[in-house]
């Protein structure tokens, strides 16, 4: 394994819906976000000239995805496409045309009722199977997670204020007390 990529159910289903809508051509796109977790998938438009057995994403539609991307403050995190007949395995013409060796390259195979998903890293064409996780987000470093004794302090004074605030508006739709003549 030379790298995790976590992609979230949601995802992975408009993955497959939209290899599913392509078939029987290749379906393609972006996959979108920070680190190592998917937070967006972009279809691009295939224009390969056999589209039944290749995909070449439009590269006008992939500059501006890119652009986008930047403009965003997200990352490309890989690409995908689907293979309407087969396995989420790359093909020969895959691994030869794939141009950037640290970005995994995920493949939706129909072959199957049950669509199935797979992540590779292809350098030079050595191909490396990448950690697909569908259904997670990437954990959360624990240094993020914990809070410093003033934050934790701060949380406490927030909840106990939040608590009187509740007192006082229970007080103050109390009926006014009766009088007692
Ligand atoms: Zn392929």
Known sequence: MSGHLWLPSTLAREIVLHARA??????????????????????????????????????????????????????????????????????TTDVREAHYPRTPYLIVGLRHAEARLAAWEINHGDVLPVDLVVGGAAPVIAEDRTFSPAQSMAIVVSMILAFLVVIVISLSLLPPAPTIP
Request: glycine share 8%.
């Open 22 to 91: 392509d078939a029987p051509h290749e379906a393609c796109g972006i996959l979108a976000g920070r680190g190592e977790s998917v937070e967006r998938v972009i279809p691009v438009a295939n224009r390969a000239a056999e589209p039944q057995h290749h995909y070449r994403m439009d590269e006008r539609q992939l500059t501006e995805v890119l652009f986008t991307l930047e403009a965003e403050g997200m990352e490309l995190l890989g690409f995908y496409h689907s293979h309407p007949a087969g396995d989420p395995i790359p093909s």
